[in-house]
């Protein structure tokens, strides 16, 4: 599976996780049908879940007259693998920040891409602040 589509599939697992409460095995049986699964997808999205409060809080920082219970779900949660994949993973900072770009672009509406890139170059300046501190 092309780590584009397995963005996708997370996202997709994730919405149903927020809008029905699904476990996120069940969502990710739903989103795969009889497809096989993948490693990467497996990782972003129990990642994601594993660490929501902590990627929620980071998204939250960073919102201006926003709070993060008035987002599209689509945008949390592309953002939540936006974060995810800057946080925790090994996806160099530029490809994950356009990777959910455009997944925004499909997903989302016509603001979500510019959105989704001003929240995640945020938590990028961050971290690289955080780095060069070390």
Do not use: C
């Not at 201006?64 to 993973?89: F, H, Q």
Request: glycine share 6%.
């Amino acid at each position: 599976m092309k780590r584009r589509s397995a963005r996708e599939k997370a996202l997709q697992a994730l919405f149903q996780i927020d809008m029905s409460g699904a476990d996120a095995h069940e969502a990710l049986h739903h989103v795969l049908g009889e497809q096989p699964t993948d490693s990467f997808l497996e990782d972003l999205l129990f990642g994601t879940v594993k660490n929501r409060e902590e990627i929620d809080q980071e998204i939250s920082k960073h919102l201006e007259r926003w709070s993060i219970d008035r987002l599209a779900k689509v945008d949390l949660n592309i953002l939540r693998i936006g974060t995810y994949e800057l946080k925790y993973s090994d996806v160099p900072p530029n490809v994950a920040i356009n990777e959910a770009i455009e997944v925004a672009k499909t997903f989302g509406d016509d603001k979500s891409g510019p959105f989704i890139n001003g929240i995640l170059s945020k938590i990028k300046g961050e971290k690289s602040g955080r780095e060069e501190l070390k």
